[in-house]
């Protein structure tokens, strides 16, 4: 998606009328049906002033393509400024400039990474030219117009208002700078040697609209390439925040070594590249020769990345790199150089089959490594056992003399990079008021179905591309199926619709088995997970009444652990168990909904519920 396309002569001429920033500010609210910020606006006046003195070489076609704001495939990130045309031998070229206004910047001890004024305060970020090379290789990697062509990125960054100094283009970043040059203050004339060297003739604009149109590859799931990983393969560019979390993760890792227990909590949604990133450091603190664990509460992730590793290395091997959340019950403090706990959130007090070992498995986790590193989302704790806060985590790490640092993870690189699709759920569930009230000019394939049967049926054909669809339901029919096999769980008799929920003998590899399209996952067998397509069945544990969304605990299965005790609870402390039931209800939608990264399709059981929530998919 492109906010503002046109060719240097039109372009020019948009600046040379002092109309560019509101040109864009109205194309940005129609691509992306949001406003942005005034400073934003301000940074677009000031640097495509530059940008237009760099493009006023006569030597630049008129005909040049230039696009701006150009969002990257599966991410919601934009590129700044391109350039499009074609070199001498008449081969396509891409010219990507990242623009930045700063005027200083200070080395760190982290690869990639530098520290600068960004709002208020310094705060540390990607180097331009690591931030510059980054987007063209997501762009190459997804976009098949830009393989199939052959067309050639040429990625830079242009830092105007920056003199030269030892840091920016230091040799600590050279091997980003040699992919992607950076250019100062003074070097206009070099930035303008480097775009005529790929730009000797114009497109109009045509290479962008093909690029614009082009097929896009669905991001790879991270089940798919953990094998590529752990044999120290490059599977995934990390993106801006993701580059700074992975390197502040391992410098604590080897700072913990020397100074003292280090905790470091990283906040993000549904994909945002939590388990990615942790993935990552679990291979490359491995590669180090530091003892590593990748832990999760949810067995899930743990058995689908253990069966992916299957004949990669030995069972114990690969074993012994994914644990549970209960596995530090009594482990000697300090055993562990680092361990990198994923959806945090969902851990517990107690571990153990009936809950009555230990003391709490934050603490636990803290005790047992050096370095601490939590991936977490509040807003999917689905249980009433589940304690992970960012709040205990502090307390916990406080208690055991640790150090505490505190990242994000805000940009989403799943749901087809779209951050207004999990703000427009957000909104639909109540959980939270946004601007997102419609999916208007989202590349992303939600749609609300009138049964379960189309649901199933749109399912089973999007299954089918590639074995990554799946139904899935809020826990409210029993599991008859498990012990009776000819029994089925989910029964619309006035459909003729019924299928059982996930077969026993499949556990947590449900949502790999082939056969597992035909039956329907709960949270359980999905979070953590991803998914193309996921359909969804909202039970009547989430009802709208009078225009408010509401949750019944009294239509969850009994045979549900998630809520198990909250009538005793209730009786105890009504109001605050009350408002624990509607997040961890809301929450469970939530998390099943963001599951695709093409597409959710939702069955609503209750008519008045559907009524509600299909008014907000009505342009």
Not at 70 to 89: L, M, V
Not at 306 to 312: D, Q, R
């Amino acid at each position: 998606m492109i906010v503002y396309r046109s060719d240097k002569r039109h372009f020019l001429q948009d600046v040379d009328r002092g109309e560019i920033d509101q040109i864009i500010e109205k194309a940005f609210y129609k691509k992306l049906h949001r406003g942005t910020s005034k400073k934003e606006v301000e940074s677009w006046w000031n640097s495509l002033h530059f940008m237009s003195r760099i493009m006023e070489d006569a030597e630049i076609p008129l005909n040049a393509g230039i696009a701006i704001e150009c969002q990257i495939p599966q991410t919601s990130k934009r590129i700044d400024f391109i350039i499009t045309g074609h070199d001498e031998q008449q081969k396509s070229h891409v010219v990507i400039v990242e623009l930045k206004q700063w005027t200083s910047a200070a080395m760190t001890e982290k690869d990639g990474i530098v520290r600068t004024a960004l709002g208020k305060g310094l705060h540390e970020t990607s180097h331009p030219s690591y931030q510059a090379w980054s987007y063209a290789a997501i762009l190459e990697d997804f976009n098949e117009t830009v393989r199939e062509e052959e067309i050639a990125l040429n990625p830079c960054a242009y830092l105007h208002n920056y003199e030269q100094d030892d840091v920016i283009r230091n040799a600590f970043y050279q091997e980003y700078i040699s992919k992607a040059p950076v250019f100062l203050k003074r070097e206009a004339a070099s930035l303008r040697q480097f775009i005529k060297n790929f730009i000797r003739t114009g497109d109009s604009g045509d290479l962008m609209v093909r690029i614009d149109q082009g097929k896009i590859k669905p991001s790879k799931q991270l089940s798919e390439a953990l094998t590529g990983m752990i044999r120290g393969n490059q599977e995934f560019v990390l993106l801006d925040e993701q580059k700074l979390v992975y390197e502040t993760a391992l410098l604590l890792v080897q700072k913990a070594k020397t100074e003292g227990k280090k905790v470091l909590i990283v906040e993000g949604g549904p994909g945002t590249g939590k388990s990615v990133v942790a993935i990552n450091l679990l291979v490359k603190i491995t590669e180090q020769d530091m003892l590593t664990q990748y832990v999760t509460k949810n067995s899930a992730p743990r058995a689908v990345y253990m069966s992916k590793l299957t004949g990669t290395l030995t069972k114990s091997r690969f074993a012994s790199l994914f644990q549970g959340s209960g596995r530090y019950v009594d482990t000697p403090p300090e055993t562990f150089d680092a361990l990198v706990v994923d959806e945090a959130h969902r851990l517990n007090e107690k571990s153990g089959l009936y809950q009555n070992l230990g003391d709490n498995q934050i603490k636990e986790i803290i005790r047992a490594s050096k370095c601490s590193i939590f991936f977490i989302d509040e807003d999917q704790r689905v249980t009433l056992k589940d304690i992970g806060t960012k709040a205990e985590i502090r307390k916990w790490a406080s208690r055991e003399g640790a150090v505490v640092e505190e990242l994000e993870l805000a940009s989403q690189f799943r749901c087809n990079g779209s951050n207004g699709y999990l703000a427009f759920v957000d909104n639909l569930l109540q959980i939270r008021e946004t601007a997102n009230i419609g999916l208007e000019g989202l590349d992303y394939d939600f749609r609300i179905v009138d049964s379960p049967n189309i649901l199933r049926q749109l399912i089973l054909q999007r299954n089918g591309e590639k074995n990554s669809a799946r139904l899935v339901a809020g826990y409210c029919w029993d599991w008859k199926s498990k012990k009776d096999g000819s029994k089925h769980d989910i029964v619309f008799p006035e459909y003729n619709f019924a299928m059982k929920w996930n077969l026993s003998l499949d556990g947590s590899l449900w949502i790999l088995q082939p056969n597992s399209v035909n039956e329907i996952g709960c949270i359980h067998t999905c979070q953590g997970l991803e998914l193309d397509y996921v359909g969804v069945i909202v039970g009547p544990d989430l009802i709208v009444r009078d225009g408010k969304v509401l949750v019944d605990p009294a239509k969850r299965s009994k045979m549900d652990k998630s809520i198990f005790g909250y009538k005793n609870l209730l009786k105890l402390k009504q109001e605050s168990t009350q408002e624990q039931l509607r997040i961890i209800i809301k929450n469970t939608y939530r998390t099943l909904m963001t599951r695709g990264m093409r597409g959710c399709y939702v069955y609503f059981t209750d008519n008045e519920t559907q009524t509600y929530f299909q008014q907000y998919l009505i342009n």
